[in-house]
């Protein structure tokens, strides 16, 4: 079975702050994502990556940015937290784009 | 990508089959029909794809209509650990840079 992990389940933080949220994957996939999941809006696509060291901007990437040093691991970084960044973030990884297996979530609160 | 129209939301007997329709009128050749779910609290799960023939694999089946305009998740034997929120998508298939993009869902309630 496919097992993404995430760093952290929940996590509050203060505004200003560096945020660094993590995501391992075990089985070898080229491709890693990020989203956001709000009420009503859905999931967003933050960032993508297709291979290690290689980035693409989602529908929503202002205010983050990403890592890929290792193909297993895939980071999103908060520059510095803000409140409207509270959310729900998910990590997903995908051999061939055709499913994607989720992480758990982390749940980050900004004060 | 094609928009989808689920039913808001769908009771279901334990043990009995839940069938869940997905309406894709606008659906282009080259999409394919995804299935995805997402109980309380936890990331979503994939369930099942499919392009024109109907599919089958442990979790589900997915019958698509002849027109590729509608499609039906069915559950054979419903369980409490189904309840969760059903999402329908399109999209091209194997590009990794397409997104997931969730609607609304139909919210599968699985009663005992």
């Known amino acids: 079975d496919v097992k993404v992990t995430q760093s952290s389940r929940y996590l509050v933080k203060r505004t200003g702050e560096k945020v660094f949220l993590e995501c391992v994957q075990d089985?070898?996939?080229?491709?890693m994502f990020w989203y956001r999941q709000d009420p009503g809006l859905g999931l967003r696509l933050i960032y993508f990556?297709?291979?290690?060291?290689?980035?693409e901007k989602g529908d929503i990437p202002e205010g983050y940015s990403v890592s890929r040093e290792k193909k297993e691991r895939f980071s999103l970084i908060l520059e510095s937290a803000s409140t409207n960044q509270t959310s729900m973030y998910l990590c997903?990884?995908?051999?061939?784009?055709?499913?994607?297996?989720f992480g758990p979530g982390t749940r980050l609160t900004v004060t | 990508d094609a928009k989808t129209t689920q039913p808001p939301s769908m009771d279901c007997a334990e043990g009995r089959a839940a069938n869940l329709p997905c309406n894709h009128s606008?659906?282009?050749?080259?999409?394919?029909v995804y299935w995805y779910r997402q109980i309380h609290s936890q990331g979503p799960q994939y369930i099942i794809h499919?392009?024109?023939n109907n599919e089958t694999n442990e979790m589900a089946s997915l019958i698509i209509t002849e027109d590729r305009k509608s499609s039906t998740l069915i559950l054979p034997h419903a369980t409490l650990r189904d309840t969760a929120v059903y999402y329908c998508?399109?999209?091209?298939?194997?590009?990794?840079?397409?997104?997931?993009?969730f609607g609304g869902g139909t919210r599968l309630m699985v009663k005992p």
């Open positions: 990556s297709y291979d290690v060291k290689m980035k």
């Open positions: 997903a990884s995908s051999l061939d784009g055709y499913e994607q297996y």
């Open positions: 499919g392009l024109k």
């Open positions: 606008t659906i282009s050749g080259n999409e394919y």
């Open positions: 998508i399109v999209r091209v298939g194997h590009n990794a840079g397409n997104m997931l993009t």
């Open positions: 089985m070898d996939h080229e491709n």
